[in-house]
């Protein structure tokens, strides 16, 4: 069975770091390719990063994360990391992992992956 759990979280000030951990069982997880999404409050789930399957060598973030955030995998690991730099109270969101078998021009619609963990909340204090 596929499941994704995600770690990490926590309360930090603006300007601060986090780092979210995403781990994979039930997967053979370099075939997948992974995301990380958020969700505010009274918000619509929009997509954050993302990272192409097996060796990573294709990543893409949303705008206003570009430069601040990154994303990375250790297959070894089974797992995907978001490194959180200079965050904004703006960031403030449950974060959740996603996984797919594909990576494609949809890939920031929600409705492009098929594997959700459960989320990790972040909040960022002004």
């Known amino acids: 069975q596929e499941q994704l759990k995600e770690s990490g979280g926590g309360l930090v000030q603006a300007g601060g770091s986090l780092r979210l951990s995403c781990r994979a069982s039930?997967?053979?997880?370099?075939?997948?390719?992974m995301a990380w999404f958020r969700q505010g409050p009274e918000k619509e789930r929009e997509f954050v990063a993302g990272?192409?399957?097996?060796?990573?060598?294709?990543?893409s973030y949303r705008e206003s994360v570009k430069g601040r955030f990154t994303i990375s995998r250790d297959n070894a690991k089974n797992t995907v990391y978001l490194q959180m730099n200079n965050l904004k109270p703006e960031d403030t969101a449950v974060y959740f992992c996603a996984a797919t078998l594909d990576w494609g021009p949809k890939r920031e619609s929600s409705r492009f992956w098929n594997t959700w963990g459960q989320g990790t909340q972040v909040t960022v204090s002004s």
């Open positions: 039930g997967v053979t997880f370099g075939a997948y390719a």
């Open positions: 990272i192409s399957r097996w060796i990573g060598d294709t990543t």
